[in-house]
């Protein structure tokens, strides 16, 4: 999966959790930058991006997250080891 398939896969994710479906992501934003994007909300991105992407994301690489480039890269690398 290329970077630009799964950026699109990560906003649909974003859309459904945020109930917004016209929300175009950027990897540079944190959790500052979308509103209602508090510690409940980022739970429920991690469950709902696991299940969309079919990974387990270790506790490692989710205690490293500071932004959706972040949990992207840690989408990539879940899915290249479960290979």
């Known amino acids: 999966m290329t970077e630009e398939e799964a950026l699109a896969r990560l906003t649909e994710v974003f859309r459904a959790v945020f109930r917004r479906p016209g929300l175009v992501l ?38 490293g997250l500071g932004s959706v480039g972040d949990l992207l890269a840690a989408v990539r690398a879940a899915g290249s080891r479960e290979r």
């Open 26 to 63: 950027d990897p540079a934003w944190t959790a500052a930058d979308l509103d209602g994007w508090d510690s409940l909300r980022h739970v429920e991105l991690v469950l709902a991006t696991e299940a969309r992407f079919d990974v387990r994301l270790e506790a490692e690489a989710l205690a």
